[in-house]
């Protein structure tokens, strides 16, 4: 019981910074690279689909 809550846990801290990354990271790319909008979006959620699928991977290995 404590390694499914545990997995749980952990897997809504993977969802959240999936989430949460991308928007600092759109911004960065707009101010630091002087990328456009659009390109900074792509990007950034290319980024953090990347960060969710190996963060729900770790949380795979660590839970099954």
């Known amino acids: 019981a404590a390694r499914g809550a545990f997995g749980a846990f952990y897997a809504v801290f993977v969802v959240a910074c ?3 990354v991308p928007v600092g990271l759109s911004n960065i790319a ?3 690279r002087g990328l456009k909008d ?4 792509w990007l950034a ?3 953090g689909l990347a960060l969710l699928v190996m ?3 770790a ?3 660590v839970v099954a």
């Open 18 to 20: 999936a989430v949460h």
């Open 30 to 32: 707009r101010e630091w």
């Open 59 to 61: 949380v795979w290995a």
């Open 38 to 41: 659009d390109a900074a979006l």
């Open 45 to 47: 959620r290319a980024f």
């Open 55 to 57: 963060g729900l991977r």
